[in-house]
């Protein structure tokens, strides 16, 4: 595979942007080599700028959960273009996407339109300080998101540890006020809420996690965090960037039946545009400016090209029997892989929550904690990575990562990419 026009845009990149990239999992560094530079997409591939073409698994991190370039989304935004890029001001098309939003999520009355997922959490723990008067935030081991910095903390050993920065910059008195828990863990949750509770602002979970891989809830346990959450008055937040309009039309609440004081949105809500959002109960919301005290804002917020964008994506996602098909999708694809791997002798497994999977290089038979994550064979996964890559399978480069499946994978893709899995296993193996 010639990859020569990529090196050289890499190499050119890499003097003007640190990395190469301006964000970090693009440049493949957990997974070694070089990151091809792409020139289009359409519908489930990807092709380069060496005129390679690849299945894509990643799309675009989430949003693209109808395939690349949808004729529908593209032709939305071309509508709007023409009536100028952003105004400052408001308009109606945030009013219908505020409408659809809330028809769609009904734990979210209202909502605020930000410009990215990290946007729409920092701005949702500064809701449930600000609502509560407490300074405490709970997040889990293995879970993202985003960039801010309370974020950006993880546990060390123990269920009840107090944050410990994980990228300088965090300063530890933030730090100290995120407390972090192994995510499936029950008792762990139960004692922390019992010697912390009364400081505990909110709880920020993604129901799903896909940035540490793909890790299912166990029966029960986002109810657990529920009911700890209403007992000792902490805000429940689920962080529906990835899972929202993805796990099920109205994101992984609808699917497990648990409804969140707060939910964060990104990704597919706008359509591939920069789009994030934030909502919950009314009582809460309206404490949001100019409403109420609470500040956050934002120039270009609720961006009309972007709403665009959005709501074409919405209308496509609502058509009936949309996340069946792509539940049943997932699930070939995911049999397929395991039957390639057994053949070849290779241990693996998968997960899968709708549209969502996950690709584990393990003897466990199945994996649901971070702990089991990172204890798998990244060395393989890597390995198995680039032999996909080189027959033309674009999987996320890195073993903590979910892969995520679109409605323009048809069975012919799927079937090209559990053929070209079989080859990848077998060169794993001998
Ligand atoms: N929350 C989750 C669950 C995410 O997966 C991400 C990004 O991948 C974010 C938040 C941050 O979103 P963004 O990258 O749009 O800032």
């Known amino acids: 595979m010639d990859t020569s026009r990529s090196h050289a ?13 301006n964000s970090p999992v693009r440049a493949f560094k957990s997974v070694g080599g070089e990151p091809f530079f792409v020139q289009r997409a359409d519908g489930p591939y990807l092709f380069d700028v060496d005129g390679n073409r690849y299945i894509d698994y990643v799309g675009s991190w989430g ?12 032709q939305a935004v071309k509508r709007v273009l ?7 001001a408001p308009t109606e098309a945030e009013i219908t996407m505020a409408e659809r939003i809330t028809a769609l999520v009904p734990s979210c009355e209202m909502v605020r339109m930000v410009n990215s997922g990290t946007e729409a959490t920092l701005s949702a723990i500064r809701l449930a300080r600000g609502a509560t008067g407490r300074p405490c935030i709970v997040k889990f081991e293995g879970c993202y998101h985003g960039h801010g910095d309370s974020f950006l903390v993880k546990a060390g050993s123990g269920a009840l540890t107090f944050g410990v ?5 965090v300063p530890k008195v933030l730090a100290d006020l995120t407390l972090t828990l192994p995510y499936n863990d029950f008792e762990a949750a139960t004692a922390l809420f019992e010697t912390s509770g009364a400081d505990i602002a909110g709880l920020i ?4 996690v896909g940035n540490a891989n793909c890790l299912p809830p166990r029966e029960g346990y986002l109810q657990h965090l529920r009911d700890l959450c209403t007992q000792h008055g902490a805000l429940l937040i689920f962080d529906e960037v990835m899972t929202g309009f993805r796990v099920a039309l109205g994101g992984a609440q609808a699917r497990y039946g648990v409804t969140p004081d707060i939910s964060t949105f990104g990704k597919i809500i706008g359509g591939g545009m920069p789009v994030g959002a934030y909502g919950g109960r009314r009582e809460l919301m309206e404490q949001i400016a100019p409403a109420g005290p609470i500040y956050q804002a934002g120039t270009l917020s609720g961006n009309p090209v972007a709403m665009a964008a959005g709501l074409a994506m919405l209308d496509l996602v609502s058509a009936p029997g949309f996340h069946d098909a792509l539940e049943t999708a997932s699930n070939t694809l995911c049999d397929g892989l395991e039957a390639a791997a057994r053949e070849a002798g290779i241990a693996f497994t998968t997960t899968r929550v709708g549209a969502m999977f996950g690709l584990f290089f393990t003897d466990q038979p199945y994996v649901d904690t971070y ?18 890559l080189a027959r033309g399978v674009f999987l ?4 903590f990562e979910a892969g995520f499946m679109s409605s323009a994978h048809d069975a012919s893709v799927i079937d090209a990419t559990i053929a070209a899995a079989r080859e990848a296993f077998a060169e794993l193996a001998g």
């Open 9 to 21: 845009l890499f190499e050119r990149a890499r003097t003007l942007l640190p990395g190469g990239v």
């Open 63 to 74: 949003p693209m959960i109808v395939g690349h370039n949808h004729p529908n989304v593209r």
């Open 396 to 399: 996320a480069p890195s073993a």
């Open 165 to 169: 920065p994980t990228s300088p910059g």
């Open 205 to 208: 979970i993604e129901p799903v």
């Open 82 to 88: 023409g009536d100028g890029l952003s105004f400052g």
């Open 371 to 388: 702990a089991q994550a990172v204890a798998c064979d990244t060395a393989a996964f890597n390995r198995f990575f680039h032999a996909m």
